[in-house]
């Protein structure tokens, strides 16, 4: 790349992300695979100077949710079989029927109706499932 044997070609490369939340898809690959093909797998990682955020600006008018968050980015939640966390209740809306759904999405996108086009709306809210894919 530009003719210079260093990483990058020499060039100087802003990486942003949590290396504790964006693993790497791999399709049809096990957790360790997408683990192994994350940069920080990379030979690539020792030529990487990290800078750490020390704030979560996202979460920062909720400290419960904040420090929850911080807990788990840190290994210190406790886990269940060594790879799964508890949500606490207060976090969750306990699936209890198709209605929980409903009550998910209205908790979600309060008056979605109104804000259909509505980017800045949008941004600001979002449903994740363990496959993000319902």
């Known amino acids: 790349m530009f003719g210079v044997d260093l ?4 060039k100087i490369m802003k990486l942003g992300g949590d290396f504790r939340q964006v693993v790497p898809v791999v399709v049809g690959g096990t957790r360790s695979q997408a683990v192994k093909a994350s940069i920080v797998e990379s030979h690539l990682c020792s030529s990487i100077k990290v800078l750490h955020l020390v704030e979560n ?9 904040s420090n929850f968050l911080l807990c788990i980015g840190n290994g210190e939640e ?15 809306i306990p699936f ?11 908790s979600t996108f309060p008056d979605l109706g109104s804000h259909t086009y509505d980017p800045e709306y949008m941004m600001d809210r979002a449903l994740i499932t363990p496959l993000n894919d319902y």
């Open 96 to 106: 209890e029927g198709e209605h929980s759904i409903h009550h998910l999405i209205k």
């Open 57 to 65: 600006i996202r979460a920062q008018n909720d400290q419960s949710f």
């Open 78 to 92: 406790p886990t269940i079989e060594d790879n799964m966390i508890r949500i606490p209740d207060s976090m969750a």
């Open 7 to 10: 990483p990058f070609g020499g």
